[in-house]
């Protein structure tokens, strides 16, 4: 019983220290929608290889 006790207690410890290490920056919100919601700026893909490497090669005519 008493390692359920410290257990818990380790764990609200370790949750206050990252919420104090947050600060403001720290959103419990949950999910946004709306105008509210910040979306990162898309990133470009990295480049598709030039053919299919799976397809059987299909000989020259």
Request: aromatic share 6%; hydrophobic share 50%; no cysteine.
């Amino acid at each position: 019983m008493w390692k359920i006790i410290v257990g818990f207690i380790i764990f609200a410890a370790l949750a206050m220290y990252v919420i104090m290490k947050g600060g403001d920056k720290l959103d419990m919100g949950g999910e946004k929608h709306g105008e509210e919601a910040v979306h990162a700026p898309a990133t470009a893909s990295p480049a598709a290889p030039a053919g299919n490497t799976d397809a059987p090669a299909t000989p020259a005519k």
